[in-house]
T-cell receptor
Framework: DPKIIQKPKYLVAVTGSEKILICEQY?????MYWYRQSAKKPLEFMFS???????DNQTASSRFQPQSSKKNHLDLQITALKPDDSATYFC?????????????FGPGTRLTVL | QQQVRQSPQSLTVWEGETAILNCSYE??????FPWYWQFPRESPALLIA?????NKKEDGRFTIFFNKREKKLSLHITDSQPGDSATYFC????????????FGEGTKLTVSS
């Protein structure tokens, strides 16, 4: 069974619309992250959460908003979508705290903005 | 500013040879260096990692050599196999803070048989 679930796997959106990317992890981890990967840039850190609290935000735009309704959920809401937002978005998780630094990545959501 | 750099951008070796992938960094506060590999259309997967207290970490055919003074590390893949063909990412994490990983741009390895 997959330990980190991301939905949907593929997503096509029109410019200006809003989408929510879903992430759930069943590893019992306390920390969750979002990364982005595009053809133009290497894997790029976006957000980190620990025990449902925002720890770091490296995303310049407020159009990207993480949402954590449960400890094992970290969704990503993207508003006013632009073609430049086209990328694969990966959710990751780790034990957090003193439990270990190993981060495990989900399968990703590939977003295309037309 | 790219804090983690990788070279070469791409590398081709023959099956059975040793592939050497290089990584360098700038921030001396980095305290954890994982390597990930990524196959086409898949997500990055943790391969092996090292902390600055060690200068070598081995796991089967994969070995990290770490030089703290020069801020360099390398991943050696011995007896390379076609199934090792992937893009390899070196990453680094600061001590404390958000645990964010800063990735290099990757090395695309091709193992020819």
């Amino acid at each position: 069974d997959p330990k980190i679930i991301q939905k949907p796997k593929y997503l096509v959106a029109v410019t200006g619309s809003e989408k929510i990317l879903i992430c759930e992890q069943y590893l019992g981890h306390n920390a969750m992250y979002w990364y982005r990967q595009s053809a133009k840039k290497p894997l790029e850190f976006m957000f980190s959460y620990s025990y449902q609290k925002l720890m770091d935000n490296q995303t310049a735009s407020s159009r990207f908003q993480p949402q954590s309704s449960k400890k094992n959920h970290l969704d990503l809401q993207i508003t006013a979508l632009k073609p430049d937002d086209s990328a694969t978005y990966f959710c990751a998780s780790s034990q957090g705290g003193t439990g270990g630094d190993e981060q495990y990545f989900g399968p990703g959501t590939r977003l295309t903005v037309l | 500013q790219q804090q983690v750099r990788q070279s070469p951008q791409s590398l081709t070796v023959w099956e059975g040879e040793t592939a050497i992938l290089n990584c360098s960094y700038e921030d001396s506060t980095f305290d954890y260096f994982p390597w990930y590999w990524q196959f086409p259309r898949e997500s990055p997967a943790l391969l092996i990692a090292i902390r600055p207290v060690s200068n070598k970490k081995e796991d089967g055919r994969f070995t990290i050599f770490f030089n703290k003074r020069e801020k360099k590390l390398s991943l050696h893949i011995t007896d390379s196999q076609p199934g090792d063909s992937a893009t390899y990412f070196c990453a680094a994490k600061n001590q404390g803070g958000s645990a964010k990983l800063i990735f290099g741009e990757g090395t695309k390895l091709t193992v020819s048989s």
